[in-house]
């Protein structure tokens, strides 16, 4: 159970940019005033964004330092990677400025960039730049991720892509055919979550597949070891307006080409359901509802019994290791470093939460209670109330009914 664990990465975006012209430089030097040099830098950037978006090579080459040919020659790869990424935009917005000497300066760039067809709102990344001033034209010395960032794809190599009905997947080192199943894959699990979510959503996919986990732990800006076990993981922006860009599922090849065809498809329709339900997932909802949600939606049309659905749980209820009195899981117990079978046992438990209130009161109010969880402003007290207006109980009047429910199910 625990080898195709999926997971949520909640993410906030950065908030609103500083114009460019209104930056101040961290330490004046002589020569042109921080105004006119942030203008510059700003043009120079511009004209390497639109190279991007035109796939114009010469262009993209062309703003970078003369005497940087080790930079030259690795940004003409990562340019070539990219060359098959379908590109609605790419912009860089200068955020923060240091004039590091005559002709030098350290620039704070967020990247912003949309796959069209897929992403309603740009993704932003955060990158610093290294500005070489010569006969009066500002370049670049160097880029690099900033610190803390997650890598992109295109960094590691050659970008394979493949477009299914409903989702868009792009790999580095991987076989043109595995990805067309993934994108299967995706295209059947993208109908199942709709049947389940009554709310609007993208119904569409982005998923990356690097070359390995430790590619993946680049990816998301995190030690790969956390990942070993983990088959997939869904990173965006919990909450927002609706307005976000389309989340990412990133694959975990070593742990996804383990599974077969069915654990393949729980994966990514537990991913899915990360994706649809992300502007109703908020700091106030619990791990043990948002996972269990996308376990129960996963599960929901594919008739497996529960000791199937949940051997770990079923296991410890045989052993006599749930206490008596066994609260719902906490976050912590959802933390990619746990012991596989403690973490089998957390999704296993949220799973059969939900379960239990899409049975003993119906799936409606299973979706009327996960919204009304994640529209509160804050953690304390959000799952009580949302009890209390949505399905007439209490917390604990629950916890005990899930206890019940599952040494029934499980017995």
Not at 350 to 363: K, M, P, T
């Amino acid at each position: 159970m625990a080898g195709r664990r999926c997971g949520t990465r909640r993410r906030r975006w950065a908030g609103p940019v500083v114009a460019a012209l209104l930056l101040a430089p961290a330490c004046s030097t002589p020569g042109q005033p921080a105004d006119v040099a942030a203008r510059d830098i700003q043009r120079t950037l511009d004209r390497r964004a639109a190279a991007v978006v035109d796939r114009d090579e010469a262009g993209y080459l062309d703003v970078l330092d003369p005497r940087a040919g080790t930079l030259r020659a690795a940004e003409r790869r990562e340019f070539r990677n990219l060359a098959d990424v379908p590109l609605r935009s790419w912009e860089y917005r200068l955020t923060g400025l240091d004039r590091t000497g005559a002709g030098r300066a350290t620039a704070q760039v967020e990247l912003r960039y949309r796959f069209a067809g897929y992403d309603g709102a740009p993704v932003k990344a955060a990158t610093e730049v290294e500005l070489a001033e010569r006969d009066g034209r500002w370049y670049v010395a160097a880029d690099r991720t900033a610190e803390g960032s997650a890598r992109h794809l295109w960094e590691q190599g050659k970008v394979t892509v493949v477009r299914g009905a409903r989702s868009l997947v792009l790999g580095t080192g991987q076989d043109a055919g595995r990805l067309r199943a993934i994108a299967d894959t995706a295209d059947r699990a993208v109908p199942a979550v709709d049947r389940a979510w009554p709310e609007q959503w993208a119904r569409r996919l982005v998923v990356l597949v690097p070359s390995s986990v430790d590619a993946m732990g680049l990816l998301l800006g995190t030690p790969a070891a956390a990942y070993r076990g983990i088959a997939a993981v869904t990173t965006g922006e919990a909450g927002g307006s609706g307005r976000a860009p389309a989340d990412r599922v990133i694959v975990n090849p070593e742990a996804y080409e383990v599974l077969g065809d069915f654990g393949r498809r729980l994966v990514l329709t537990h991913e899915s359901t990360h994706v649809a339900t992300r502007a109703h997932t908020s700091a106030a909802t619990p791990m043990w509802l948002s996972e269990g949600f996308a376990d129960w939606v996963a599960y929901r049309d594919i008739g497996r019994t529960a000791a199937q659905a949940a051997p770990e749980l079923r296991r410890a209820v045989h052993a006599g290791e749930v206490p008596a009195d066994a609260a719902l899981p906490a976050d912590k117990d959802f933390g990619f470093g746990s012991d596989a079978e403690g973490l089998g046992r957390a999704y296993e438990s949220g799973w059969l939460a939900c379960e239990l209130i899409a049975e003993r009161w119906d799936e409606d109010k299973l979706t009327a209670f996960y919204r009304a969880v994640g529209a509160q402003r804050q953690r304390e007290g959000a799952v009580e109330k949302a009890m209390r207006s949505e399905l007439s109980t209490t917390l604990e009047d629950f916890t005990v009914r899930w206890r019940e429910y599952v040494g029934e199910r499980l017995a």
